[in-house]
């Protein structure tokens, strides 16, 4: 990589990374925003309820990560990214699932920008999860087991 690749990188890095959360309840993504939030290098652009609404909000703010809860209102985690995956690639999306079904029905997924964790990943873990994606350019399904 020459010199421009490592300003260009290292430029990155400088930036805060730019997170949208999307969940259902609303008290569980103020929490999590409150938690993000706190972090340097980290902001909580927007928030959505739906697949509908995270859809409209991933075009309008073109996070660099989104943190979706699997099940929504109006649809699933296979949607939003069968929707996303073309148009906005540089993209991740970690889903938040609770049990082991959605856990099967995510590894279907042939796609390097999904990853998951459960619910009840200790803040910690999740926080450095979370910084250790800044840079990843894909990877592999990955969870944290709470």
């Known amino acids: 990589m020459g010199n421009v690749g490592i300003l260009l990188l290292l430029g990155k890095r400088n930036q805060l990374m730019k997170i949208l959360l999307v969940d259902d309840h609303i008290l569980f993504r103020e929490g999590l925003a409150s938690l993000i939030d706190a972090q340097a ?39 939003y990214v069968s929707q ?39 803040v910690n873990d999740l926080l450095s999860y979370i910084h250790n994606l800044r840079g990843e350019t894909s990877f592999s399904h990955s969870t944290i087991d709470g």
């Open 41 to 79: 290098e980290l902001t909580v652009v927007g928030f959505a309820g739906s697949v509908k609404d995270a859809l409209s909000q991933t075009e309008n703010l073109q996070p660099e990560l989104v943190l979706m809860d699997f099940n929504l209102p109006d649809g699933d985690g296979l949607h």
């Open 84 to 122: 996303i995956s073309d148009q906005y690639s540089e993209t991740k999306v970690v889903f938040l699932v609770t049990n082991d079904d959605e856990i099967l029905r995510l590894e279907t997924i042939d796609d390097h920008t999904v990853g998951y964790l459960r619910k009840n990943t200790p």
